[in-house]
């Protein structure tokens, strides 16, 4: 199974970026797909997360700015992120939880955002 990210960039503050993450095959059991991310010289944050019945979550700073979504056989899911701020830097990853304990990451994808 792979997991594979995409759409990351450089953009300004202000500026949208929609990211993908692609599962290469179905994994049984999925219980949620979510994102997180890793700013230089800090450890990995959690971001946004979809359950298998389609609860979301979030993080307090992207309420509001980002919407994750998925399709219905958990093969995909996109974060939606809008006015960006600098502090959304870092490189963003695709977690895929299987039976709650699991987790499937992918290789990572970086968004830059200069003010």
């Known amino acids: 199974v792979q997991v594979v990210e995409s759409g990351g960039g450089s953009v300004h503050s202000g500026e949208s970026l929609r990211l993908s993450c692609v599962v290469s095959?179905?994994?049984?059991?999925?219980?949620?797909m979510g994102w997180y991310r890793q700013a230089p010289g800090k450890q990995r944050e959690f971001v946004a997360i979809i359950s298998n019945v389609g609860l979301t979550n979030y993080t307090a700073s992207v309420k509001g700015r980002f919407t994750i979504s998925r399709d219905r056989d958990q093969t995909r899911t996109d974060l939606e992120m809008s006015n960006l701020k600098p502090e959304d830097t870092g490189v963003y990853y695709c977690?895929?939880?299987?039976?709650?304990?699991?987790?499937?990451w992918g290789q990572g994808t970086q968004v830059t955002v200069s003010s």
């Open positions: 977690n895929v939880r299987v039976s709650h304990t699991i987790d499937v």
């Open positions: 095959d179905a994994i049984f059991g999925t219980t949620a």
